[in-house]
């Protein structure tokens, strides 16, 4: 199991190296732009909806990856892994661990195995699944990473116990998702388009809720948010 890293000068580097492999995949998509705020549409839609910069969204991002050390070498569960445009970059550097993808969207997973091959990376299984059914066995992962799920899952309640099922005792669960009551231009946008385009799904946790669910279930919990968007990091 790893530990969040301590050190600012291994955690730059090791994002250093998640931005150049973005680079390498040339991924000009509208999805992919705007969750790396690498495009001027996606930049666009950052600030309008979001109120983020190119600085936020990295900020962000930085977070949430800092939690799985470069020398990781145990089993990690990604759920969802979207077009994998945020974490393909990351697992050409974690080349030891034993990785599995999953999502829902057959397309998303399709998007995320071309970048996979695209970096001829061998570590990684692709899987289509829910994450409220996980099919594993219990205490099957040293790491469940869930970055920009939950606040698209339908069945939270599913998605918050089958995470914590196959994760082992003092296995690390951390991610990144929309929490409601931080800016409110970004709420307005999210209960009058995504929530009707089915994009996101509520109810939504706020900072407090949130807090206060992970210290129930986890320990060693740390949680920071940029804005509208928290990242989290705690033990089983």
Known sequence: ???AGNSTNTSENVY???KSAYKSLGSNSFYDGMITN???????????????SK?????LYEQVLSHIEEDFNGKLLDVPVGTGVLTIP????????DITCLDYSEEMLNQAKEKSEKLQLTHIKFQQGDVGHLEFEDNSFDIVLSMNGFHAFPDKEAAYNETYRVLKKGGRFC??????????RTDKFINTLYVKKGYFTPPFETLESFTERMKKMYSNVEITNVK???SFSCTK
């Open 228 to 230: 509208s968007l928290v």
């Open 38 to 52: 690498s495009t001027f549409l996606g930049s666009l839609v950052n600030k309008v909806v979001w109120d983020y």
């Open 16 to 18: 250093g190296k998640v």
């Open 90 to 97: 990351f697992y050409s550097i974690i080349k030891d661990a």
């Open 55 to 59: 600085e936020d969204n990295d900020k």
């Open 1 to 3: 199991m790893a530990e």
């Open 175 to 184: 991610g990144c998702f929309y929490i409601e009551g931080q800016c409110s």
